[in-house]
Structures are given as C-alpha cells and as structure tokens.
C-alpha cells in the first residue's frame, strides 16, 4: 500500500482545510486509516481514525468537534476535514494505514505512512 497526502496549505486561524490521503493497492477497503501530525521538535501524535467500513471513528481531544475523518473506498481517499483551526494545529499531517479492520491510536500499530503535507494557521 502507498498512500499520498495533499491539500495541506496556508490559512487563518478560524479557517477550514481538507487533507486528502489516495492510496494505491488492492486491499485499501480493508484497512482501518488515520492521521497523524508533528509539529517541530514535537513527537507524532494522534489525531483521527476510522474503521474499514467507517462506521466507526474516534478522534484526539484537542480535535474533538473541528476535524471530520471520512473515507471514499471507491476512490481508495481518506479525508480529514479540519474547521476553526487554531495556530497550535500546525504541523505535517500524515496519513497511515493498518492492516486491521479495527482503528488505533498507536502510531506503532499502523504499517503504511505517506509523506505529510504541511499545514500552517496563522493567528
């Protein structure tokens, strides 16, 4: 599986993103997903994840409310659409993948990352 962020960009505080994270393979449908963020000098952390079927999701606290994952398995695409940013959700947003139908908050339970994509809020 390769997965390819984009949409990351520059925006104010109070605006909205949407990631997008395409992944290539057979076996997309069956894998739970998620994203992650660092910040500089910042360890990676969670942020959202959903099952294969997306029927179910769970997402960090300080996102809780803003940030809707989703996902497109007919497009093999992920999203994370992220509203009222703050300047503390700056960072590189990755997308993972697990090969488990089952969603995690552990960065070492997920075997697939892609390459980030930046987002930066200005205040």
């Known amino acids: 599986v390769q997965l390819q962020a984009s949409g990351g960009g520059l925006v104010q505080a109070g605006g909205s993103l949407r990631l997008s994270c395409a992944a290539s393979?057979?076996?997309?449908?069956?894998?739970?997903k998620a994203w992650f963020r660092q910040a500089p000098g910042q360890e990676r952390e969670f942020v959202a994840a959903?099952?294969?079927?997306?029927?179910?999701?769970r997402y960090a606290d300080s996102v809780k409310g803003r940030f809707t994952i989703s996902r497109d398995n007919t497009k093999n695409t992920v999203y994370l659409q992220m509203n009222s940013l703050k300047p503390e959700d700056t960072a590189v947003y990755y997308c993972?993948?697990?090969?488990?139908?089952?969603?995690?908050?552990?960065?070492?339970?997920?075997?697939?990352w892609g390459q980030g994509t930046q987002v930066t809020v200005s205040s």
């Open positions: 959903i099952s294969k079927a997306g029927g179910s999701t």
């Open positions: 993972a993948a697990r090969t488990s139908v089952y969603i995690a908050a552990d960065r070492k339970e997920y075997d697939y």
């Open positions: 393979g057979r076996t997309f449908s069956s894998y739970a």
